[in-house]
């Protein structure tokens, strides 16, 4: 064989090798890529977002059901919405619900204290229950509000 040929023989040979090399390394690397898109309802907040904070500073037992109505207020601002002109804020009932216990003069209301997973719902552990016994505040916290509820809700 001529050797002139021998040498585009290499040449071309060479270049298949350089671009199958590029063309591997090119693959692997688009391997490596993430495809991950970023979604604030699924990542964990790297702390709690309290609410409700300063209100529940100074809520003391024996408080009327008035009384607390005044220092929690009867809206909680969550965030705001934009509007022409400005913002507009996006609020939720306070307290988020309540509860009278039947047959007694219990009364239970549930206030938002603290986002603990930004999804949306609010779930009891976001909750703090206070409770109250003929209008006035006898304590708060799940346990008491637990201790009052009957055993088996009536349907």
């Not at 400005?86 to 009278?100: D, F, M, W």
Request: hydrophobic fraction near 35%; proline fraction near 8%.
């Amino acid at each position: 064989m001529d050797s002139r040929l021998r040498g585009n023989d290499n040449l071309l040979g060479g270049c298949y090798m350089r671009c199958a090399l590029i063309i591997l390394l090119s693959l692997s690397l688009a391997g490596c890529a993430s495809s991950v898109v970023y979604n604030p309802m699924q990542q964990p907040l790297p702390q709690e977002i309290l609410l409700n904070e300063s209100g529940f500073k100074a809520v003391q037992d024996g408080m009327t059901e008035t009384q607390i109505h005044q220092l929690m207020g009867t809206e909680l601002v969550i965030g705001y919405k934009s509007q022409t002109p400005g913002y507009q804020p996006l609020t939720i009932p306070n307290p988020y619900k309540s509860e009278a216990i039947k047959g007694t003069t219990y009364l239970i209301e549930y206030y938002i204290e603290a986002i603990r997973q930004p999804d949306g719902i609010v779930s009891d552990n976001e909750l703090m229950p206070l409770v109250f016994k003929d209008g006035k505040l006898i304590g708060r916290g799940w346990p008491l509000a637990n201790s009052v509820r009957p055993a088996h809700p009536s349907a």
